[in-house]
């Protein structure tokens, strides 16, 4: 019990101390993702995050030592190097030296100077340390609360870094947190089993601020006004508006309360975590409370966003893991690690959308946001006689690797009467569809899904569509004569095709439409624009360069003098370029001087 609460109150006040920047995430609860093998099962106890640089984390353990990232969690390191205690309560990085570092451990102290790459015991006081403090004004003065079951006991300080301790009182009590006014650094308050203790002159004198209750689990202080004090106790919340010299119990909460909150926007505002009770909120400082659900669970710890002061993260420690609001506490969502138990809850300072979770036995666990699969890419459609085959590339995964393709159909744009017809292995990128009728529009997209249960869907893909009239068009025409035959079908030119340069040109409104396309024309730049499916080309009356889907094409590589002209008020352009263009096969029959166009599909 000694030592659960203690890991309790260590963590609390790192939460607490200004180099944790606290803020929830504000992205999608995301994906909790356990950070390595390695520790998975070490006994962690304590996270420094160094405030220059939120990627370098140390994170101390039970009986394993300290491990440390410098990117962000993507990789881990032990640093154990000169550190013969491995058993560690406290990791305090100096505020203006982010190389030195100090821990708290179950002999001593130890200390840091290159970023704990190497460690030396300092100042050899043979205890076990719970709780360190770094005068905030001067870093080299640093209290030490040690345990009263070693043969010495109390509060420890030192002038140089360590190198010297001092016991400077207390002698009789467990000191499981200290915390410095960050105002006054003269005044410190000193958690302990049987009450709160302060000092106004560096520690070299403590008296008790009136607090006779026998268990204090946490003490905050408003940062708005440091004189203000508020602990949460076994019974209850006291708060002290004179800077611990009397205390009054607020609220009447009468029950055991594990952790405290201070709303950073509205210090008025506070939610008290309790031990089976749920969660608490005062909006008057404490004199008032109102329950805000999770009736029955025990929560460990909490979290307010600094910046939405409307989100909030709590912690369990019996299993019923992480929850959020973000509607300051009106309801609560259950974000996972369900049956583990959740000590301590912290968050990057540069990327806010990332949560850190302590969980004593099993680790440190990451919430990161939650990528969705990136929808299929370059979605596109081909005809036989009897199908629509689809084919796509392959998008890059989102945070969970892709498990396969879901295929949608309909027969109007926009998805509205879209169904799924299939569903495809990720090997394969690649659909064809054979339930298909003669002259409807059918449109076509693609979902990707990832390996999850429940998978997560990526966004539609582009959409695709095909007039599937699999019926073969055939084009007959002949120099010199304005008749032509679509599918055996007399139809008639507005004059006829003719040679020049070589090449076949001819008014070709009639030929695309019987293909089922479209002709525009714009007689300020004397442009034709062909559209036929997803095919646009764009032609200019003199100019050897048309724009075929936007790139620029050759008309005849071969002879620059083929250009679209208007002869006898007619446009004429050249039929090969675009009739291949839009897809379509073409011969010439040099003996008859005709011209076949054969287009699979309308």
Known sequence: MRRALNLILVLLFLLSISYINIEPAKANDGVWVSLGSNYLYSQARTIAIDKADANIIYIGTWGEGIFKTTNGCESWKLINNGLTDTYIHSIKIDPQNANIIYVGTGNG???????????????????????????????????AGVSNEGAIEGVFKSLDGGENWENIGLKEETIFSIVINPDNSQIIYAGTWYGIFKSTDHGYSWNKIGLNVKKVNVLKIDLQNANIIYVGTGNGVYKSTDAGESWNEVGSLSVEVLSLAIDPKNTNVIYACTDGNGVFKSIDGGNNWSKKGLSNIRVSTIAIDPSNTSIAYLGTPDGQGVFKTIDAGESWLNIGLGNLSVRSLAIDPKNTSIVYACRPSAGIFKLIPLTLPFPPQNLSLTFSDSSVTLTWDTPPQGTYP???????????????????????????????????????IYYYYVKTFDNQNPLNYSEPSKEVNTKTNMETIIIILQIGNKNFTVNDENRALDSPPIIKNNRTLLPIRAVVEALGGTIGWD????????????????????????????VDTPIDSSNSKVVPEIINSRTMLPLRFVTENLGCEVQWDGTTQTITITYQGG
């Open 109 to 143: 102290v130890y200390k840091s100077t290159d970023a704990g790459e190497s460690w030396n015991e300092v100042g050899s006081l043979g205890v076990e340390v719970l709780s360190l403090a770094i005068d905030p004004k001067d870093p080299k003065i640093i209290y």
């Open 523 to 550: 007689a300020t730049e004397k442009k034709v624009t062909v559209t036929l499916g997803s095919t646009t080309i764009e032609l200019w009356i003199g100019k050897s360069i048309a724009k075929v889907n936007g």
């Open 402 to 440: 892709i498990a396969g393709y879901k295929i949608y159909k309909g027969i109007s744009s926009g998805g509205e009467s879209s169904t799924p017809i299939a569903t495809i292995p990720a090997s394969t990128n690649t659909y064809t569809d054979t339930n298909v009728s003669s002259g409807i």
